[in-house]
């Protein structure tokens, strides 16, 4: 079955440290997403990219950085300057097009401590 | 810029209730609209999409119409069950726009 994998689910982490949120996708989707989602709250945009070895800041693209070495994967790494990084990570991806959804893997809970 | 307004929540029904949840936009030339439902801990799934004028999106007992006049796109469902509890949000993907805006999304809890 095609789909988007998020790994872990669930990750712990001491503050200072960089971490890596695997996204990996096998649905020939052009573009990818990277989401933000704090408790209650809506989803806020930290980076995109449209094709392989490009990519683009979202709203909060500070204390993020992300890599797109492959059309399936666009790992994010989240730094030790985010200053509240603990959060619930989605990541999505889409064909380019104007009618196209987005499609969201199940999302990594980052607890930094 | 483009913009999504949902109906703040938390909204709270009884099962078999009729719900309605309002999704407003504000976006140039046509945009395409959707409605996305989130369960506790889970990843976005889609739940409807239209993609022009006065078109219904529908499924699993849900529908919306792209409504330009009014520039609305509200979700309507005609007797909710306890499984609907969820965050409902509405989105929006502009002529030409490579990222989709969405709502701040509504949690909704049916009880039984």
Request: with cysteine; hydrophobic share 30%.
């Amino acid at each position: 079955d095609g789909g988007i994998t998020q790994s872990p689910k669930y990750l712990f982490r001491k503050e200072g440290q960089n971490v890596t949120l695997s996204c990996e996708q096998n649905l020939n989707h052009d573009a990818m997403y990277w989401y933000r989602q704090d408790p209650g709250q809506g989803l806020r945009l930290i980076y995109y990219s449209q094709i392989v070895n490009d990519f683009q800041k979202g709203d909060i693209a500070e204390g993020y950085s992300v890599s797109r070495e492959k059309k399936e994967s666009f790992p994010l790494t989240v730094t030790s300057a985010q200053k509240n990084p603990t959060a619930f990570y989605l990541c999505a991806s889409r064909f380019q097009g104007h009618n196209s959804p987005l499609h969201f893997g199940n999302g990594t809970r980052l607890t930094v401590t | 810029g483009d913009s999504v307004t949902q109906m703040e929540g938390p909204v709270t029904l009884s099962e078999e209730a009729f719900l309605t949840i309002n999704c407003t936009y504000t976006a140039t030339g046509y945009p395409s609209l959707f409605w996305y439902v989130q369960y506790p801990g889970e990843g976005l799934q889609l739940l409807l999409k239209a993609t022009k004028a006065d078109d219904k999106g529908s499924n699993k007992g849900f529908e919306a119409t792209y409504r330009k006049e009014t520039t609305s796109f509200h979700l309507e469902k005609g007797s909710v069950q306890v499984s609907d509890s969820a965050v409902y949000f509405c989105a929006l993907v502009g002529q030409g726009a490579q990222k989709l805006v969405f709502g701040q999304g509504t949690r909704l809890t049916i009880n039984p």
